[in-house]
């Protein structure tokens, strides 16, 4: 059974950074596509960030271009966003995910984890 961890959320004021995690346990996902996601309160979950399997390509929100890093260490098992000049808008619980590219090119993310809330003030 798969299980995927988020840790490394919390508080922090505007401007400042936080980097979170994903460490998969109960089965490698080192083939799968990852990706983070977040819900902020009253909205609709949104796709954050996207790395391939081997780390050769990655994908952003425009809202967080230029101030989120996604990156993997396989040999972990992990997965991390660095946030940086975090805003009082990035304020949602962050969800990692991992998922296969299907034929359409489009990935379908079929682990997901259980969320880490992040709370930017200004």
């Known amino acids: 059974q798969v299980q995927l961890v988020e840790s490394g959320g919390g508080s922090v004021q505007a401007g400042g950074s936080l980097r979170l995690s994903c460490a998969a346990s109960g089965r490698t996902l080192s083939i799968y596509e990852k990706g983070w996601f977040r819900q902020a309160p009253g909205k609709e979950r949104e796709f954050v960030a996207q790395?391939?399997?081997?780390?050769?390509?990655?994908y952003y929100a425009d809202s967080v271009k230029g101030r989120f890093t996604i990156s993997r260490d396989n040999a972990k098992n992990t997965v991390y966003l660095q946030m940086n000049s975090l805003k009082p808008e990035d304020t949602a619980v962050y969800y990692c995910?991992?998922?296969?590219?299907?034929?359409?090119?489009?990935?379908?993310?079929?682990?997901w984890g259980q969320g880490t809330q992040v709370t930017v003030s200004s």
């Open positions: 790395i391939s399997w081997n780390g050769g390509s990655t």
């Open positions: 995910a991992a998922g296969r590219t299907e034929v359409t090119g489009k990935v379908r993310y079929g682990y």
